[in-house]
């Protein structure tokens, strides 16, 4: 992992280094591998916008897992940034989680902000820089800064550089912003692979918001980390295991409830 930033200050002076890396093409799309998904996003989710996903406590760890996945995804080799509040983060990043889930540590920084306030400044100055692959903005419960205007300003900055940001809300209410969808996360369970060994990482979406298009559609998405792509539940048997999200927080291991009823997706 590249050394983390605790200040804005630091965080603005590694953003300028960073100017030499191409950007991101305009009106490109986040390509999940998740056909049917894909398929109602006409390609992907869009690069350059604001995405919201919602996650309790109990799946905070997945919710957090996802989130860097698709940022991963939308940064490819590029530089991926993931904004925390010193106060507020449940745990520390976990290397052998992150490689389990496909993602590169070296491509990855972290900035550890003191206060709401400040973490809203920098995501801000992020996403001004065209440089940058993506950007994970995470915030706990209430989060009563992030009001529509300060969406708007984030909302803004990604669409004028083209990076995309994915607001990680745990423990939050959805409220009015400015993002392009917004998304309920659930740990889904896996499906066992061969010997009963265990299955890969998958995760249940909820549709709750999305400023073109209906809402209200779910999927069931399994990461395959070895393609580097997300596929269908019944994918997964034909694959070898890959770790669960839930190792991703070396302090937020959230066991998947056994009892948790399987989401309907959409068809």
Known sequence: MVESVNTLAALRRHIASLEGIPATQEGACIATGHRPFDQAFQGGLAQGRIHELFGNEEDEGATAGLSLILAHLAA????????????GAAGQPYGPGLTALGIDSAHLLIGVMKDEALLLRAAVDALRCPALGALVIELRGRAPLLDLTASRRLALAAEASGVTAFLLRIGGDPAPSAADTRWRVTAAPSVPLAGNAPGMTAFDLSLLRRRSGPDGMTWRLVWN???GVFGEECDERHNRRSDSADSLL???????????PAAHRAA
């Open 225 to 227: 980390s070895d393609r």
């Open 250 to 260: 070396s302090c937020a291991v959230v066991p998947v409830p056994p009892a948790r």
């Open 76 to 87: 490819n080799e590029s530089p991926l940034f993931w904004l925390r509040l010193a106060n």
